[in-house]
């Protein structure tokens, strides 16, 4: 008797168990619906925009995008907030950049077109320093 009654308090707490793990989804790829708080740092806007997920943390690369490291050596801050906007427009202009795509191809840079114009920048600014 003593057993059964353990075996029930044992599954009841199984169950509240089982709830507690019950956590809220993960944010979906891009997701802008904590924008407010996470948009004030340029790591912030790097992590909620999903960017590390091919640039890797703090931009040192993965096999799916390049590492943003010495940008700077490449791209004016007036140029690449237009780049992250319409990769494909900036690409098609540029040999450096078409080699670079052809090298992590089937994966290239997503366009970037809905993105608000003083995170872009506060982005842009921080990446050029990386
Ligand atoms: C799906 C993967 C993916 C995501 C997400 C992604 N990128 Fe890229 N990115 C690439 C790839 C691949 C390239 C190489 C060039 C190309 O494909 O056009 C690239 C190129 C770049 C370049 C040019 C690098 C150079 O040497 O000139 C910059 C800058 C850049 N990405 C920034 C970003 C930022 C900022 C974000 C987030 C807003 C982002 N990327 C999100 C895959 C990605």
Not at 104 to 124: G, H
């Amino acid at each position: 008797m003593r057993v059964a009654r353990n075996l029930a308090g044992g599954m009841a707490l199984a169950v509240v168990m089982a709830c507690a793990q019950n956590q809220p989804p993960a944010r979906p790829f891009n997701s802008r619906a904590d924008a407010g708080a996470q948009s004030l740092t340029a790591k912030g806007i790097y992590e909620e925009w999903g960017c590390g997920t091919c640039h890797g943390a703090n931009g040192a690369g993965s096999p799916q995008g390049p590492a943003l490291k010495n940008l700077a050596a490449h791209w004016q801050r007036e140029a690449l907030p237009g780049y992250l906007k319409a990769p494909a427009a900036a690409r098609a202009g540029d040999e450096r950049l078409k080699k670079l795509s052809q090298r992590y191809y089937p994966i290239t840079m997503p366009a970037f077109d809905s993105l608000d114009r003083t995170a872009l920048e506060t982005l842009v600014d921080s990446l050029l320093t990386w």
